[in-house]
């Protein structure tokens, strides 16, 4: 793949406004070649950076970031990384969304690296010429890696900065295949509305808890430790939203940024800095009193299942209440839908209320799914 080179200024075209060589195409640019990254980036920045939702849970809408917020954002980002000394950035993260816009572009600025960036995961890594660089993943990016273990393996260190749906079960396998201490998983826990919330860092066994950005703070009555002291320790009843203060806050355009915000995840505090996360609140069912997070069975699912994309999407019943519906796309040409409701029933503990079979499911860049309608036109399979 061709790499166009482009100018510092002509990829700071961020957010809801990249043009199309800046988000669709591949490019490369040399910030190892700019003596004043700093000053470069808050000349050319505009004030505020326009970014919209994903609509993965309702209709898009437009948050504005302040300049100064981004770039210091992308200075945090950096100090998580840095202890790997990269030398060159690779990303696939699109810069129109906030998470590419930080990792893709003001990440290496902060860096003083060059970045390469590609829209698609088809083919292999770029060659950089570094032997310790930070991939910017996206979900399918994992299945890329492990298709080129041997370049990953010609490598000092690879540390993948994640910042999207759950980790694919890949992202372990990955880890193992790479070796001891050639490769790290940096993990990020935020969205469009808060920018970063939580990071967390491991490279094998199971990832530790979340912890806070230096600057994010729980906000009082939401996560954080009991008012008797107490800090979480797994037991039911410590299961909080989580709230936050940040002085990063996204604002609709012509309102002021709020001072606190609800993330709508669920977690277990363990003290005044960190947390284990249970997972989104809406994606967090109880069926036959199991609790169960969607985004881990959907992960286990796909493993199980002979499908080319699934969906879990919570419903309500009338007669048993909270349930989920499953949306599967057969593989082209298959025989079968791929539909194991064995294996369905073996995750959830039942049965889904009804499986779908889809044409396709509309996601995200970043691979969220999209709010399901009817235009789905699903074929609806009794269970």
Known sequence: MEYQKLTPARA???????????????????WDEVPDAARTVLRTLPAALEFHTSGSTGPSRRWLRARGDAWREAGMLAEFVRRDAPQAVVSFAPPVHVYGALATVLLPARLGVPVWYRPGYIGGL????????????????????????????????????????MLPADAAVFLREAGPGRAAIVELLGSTETGGVAVRRWSEGEPPAWTLFPDVAFAGGGSGPAPDGRTGGGAADTAVPLVIRSPRLAHRPGEPAPHEWTTGDLVEPVDGRTFRLLGRTGRLVKINGRRINLDEAEH?????????????????????????????????GAASAGTDLAAVRAVLG?????????????????????????????TGIPT
């Open 12 to 30: 700071l075209a961020l957010g809801a406004g990249a043009p199309p060589e800046v988000a669709d195409r591949a490019w490369c640019v040399r």
């Open 126 to 165: 770029p060659d950089t010429g570094a032997r310790r660089i930070v991939v910017v993943a996206t979900p399918w990016i994992f299945s890329l890696l492990l298709r080129h273990m041997d370049r990953v393996r010609s490598l000092e260190h690879v540390t993948v900065l994640y910042s999207s749906a």
């Open 300 to 332: 286990t699912l796909r493993a199980r299942l002979d499908c080319a994309d699934l969906a879990l999407v919570p419903v309500d019943d009338t007669m048993i209440g909270e349930h989920v519906d499953l949306y599967v796309v057969p593989r082209p």
């Open 350 to 378: 039942a049965r889904p209320r009804t499986t779908h079979v889809v044409p396709a499911l509309g996601r995200s860049a970043m691979g969220k799914l999209q709010h399901l309608t009817t235009s789905h036109s699903p």
